[in-house]
């Protein structure tokens, strides 16, 4: 993305997309929930992020807070990683630490939100029973997540609230077939209902790097050759 350096006191930078179908999360976002699918590298979690946190941000905004949801893989269950419950779920929490700094150009920037409600990180382990209102869900990653997981959370979202999925199918860690169909069956419902826009993101979205850019699309050529082949 773009970025317009502007003297600010606590307000998010200014981005303007890159691409054609960053284009279109921009103009999707106000009016709809969202998913965000397809390549690596193409800015998903930042746009996400980005727009929310703008939204939030925003005078007489409808929003008061973003919640951030990953699935804990592979194995959901967050006793495999060392430390303290709260060291645990933080190793999930971090990349989007690096992505507000950036957003905010500081490095405090997650804690001061996270210190006054604007901003929340969840695992999917702890999502039943309450209700997600006045607040925007980024369920990032979310090809990781079971079908159970992704039903849980799109039934806790309330009357006022916005959601986003973003992630891609080739980036799965979920390793039993069955999981991993149950995240296209979800599609395939989301498909059907008139309040989500699809963007899928192809290589010519790629903005990380020129060697991201060109490894995925070397990796794609070597995948389509074997199928092929076979």
């Given at each position: 993305?773009?970025?317009?350096?502007?003297?600010?006191?606590?307000?998010?930078?200014?981005?303007?997309?890159?691409?054609?179908?960053?284009?279109?999360?921009?103009?999707?976002?106000?009016?709809?929930?969202?998913?965000?699918?397809?390549?690596?590298?193409?800015?998903?979690?930042?746009?996400?992020?980005?727009?929310?946190?703008?939204?939030?941000?925003?005078?007489?905004?409808?929003?008061?807070?973003?919640?951030?949801?990953?699935?804990?893989?592979?194995?959901?269950?967050?006793?495999?990683?060392?430390?303290?419950?709260?060291?645990?779920?933080?190793?999930?929490?971090?990349?989007?630490?690096?992505?507000?700094?950036?957003?905010?150009?500081?490095?405090?920037?997650?804690?001061?939100?996270?210190?006054?409600?604007?901003?929340?990180?969840?695992?999917?382990?702890?999502?039943?029973?309450?209700?997600?209102?006045?607040?925007?869900?980024?369920?990032?990653?979310?090809?990781?997540?079971?079908?159970?997981?992704?039903?849980?959370?799109?039934?806790?979202?309330?009357?006022?609230?916005?959601?986003i999925f973003s992630g891609d199918y080739r980036q799965s860690d979920?390793?039993?077939?069955?999981?991993?169909?149950?995240?296209?069956?979800?599609?395939?419902?989301?498909?059907?209902?008139?309040?989500?826009?699809?963007?899928?993101?192809?290589?010519?979205?790629?903005?990380?790097?020129?060697?991201?850019?060109?490894?995925?699309?070397?990796?794609?050529?070597?995948?389509?050759h074997i199928k092929n082949s076979a």
């Amino acid at each position: 993305m773009a970025k317009h350096y502007q003297p600010q006191h606590f307000q998010p930078k200014s981005f303007s997309p890159i691409t054609r179908n960053q284009k279109k999360v921009f103009d999707y976002f106000p009016n709809n929930h969202l998913v965000l699918h397809g390549m690596a590298g193409t800015g998903k979690s930042f746009l996400s992020l980005y727009l929310s946190l703008q939204a939030i941000l925003a005078k007489k905004s409808p929003y008061y807070k973003v919640i951030i949801i990953r699935s804990a893989v592979p194995t959901r269950d967050v006793g495999f990683l060392p430390g303290s419950l709260k060291e645990k779920i933080e190793a999930y929490e971090e990349p989007y630490k690096i992505i507000v700094s950036e957003i905010f150009g500081r490095g405090d920037a997650y804690g001061i939100l996270k210190n006054k409600g604007q901003i929340e990180f969840v695992t999917t382990s702890y999502l039943r029973g309450v209700t997600l209102d006045d607040c925007i869900v980024i369920v990032d990653e979310f090809q990781n997540c079971t079908f159970q997981e992704l039903d849980t959370i799109i039934t806790r979202i309330g009357e006022k609230g916005k959601i986003i999925f973003s992630g891609d199918y080739r980036q799965s860690d979920l390793e039993k077939a069955r999981e991993k169909k149950g995240m296209s069956h979800f599609l395939d419902i989301l498909e059907k209902m008139y309040e989500f826009e699809f963007v899928e993101f192809e290589v010519e979205d790629i903005v990380r790097s020129g060697l991201v850019k060109s490894y995925i699309i070397a990796k794609s050529e070597l995948e389509d050759h074997i199928k092929n082949s076979a």
